[in-house]
């Protein structure tokens, strides 16, 4: 074992592999074939930390 980790040749690795099976691909159809249940991840807003976010557009709001 190499005595420091190195990302570039295992990431490298991992990114081929993931392109070699697809893995990026995200259509509707390949989704119902794959019979997997779907779900999506929400983001938060960019600035959900700041001074002004939803909540306080919502709140201050006429």
Do not use: C, Q
């Not at 099976?21 to 989704?31: I, N, S």
């Amino acid at each position: 074992m190499d005595k420091t980790y190195n990302y570039r040749e295992w990431e490298r690795k991992l990114y081929e592999k993931w392109l070699k099976h697809k893995l990026f691909r995200a259509t509707a159809e390949e989704a119902k074939r794959s019979g997997k249940p779907t779900f999506t991840i929400m983001m938060p807003l960019p600035n959900v930390t700041d001074d002004i976010h939803l909540g306080h557009v919502l709140d201050n709001t006429n």
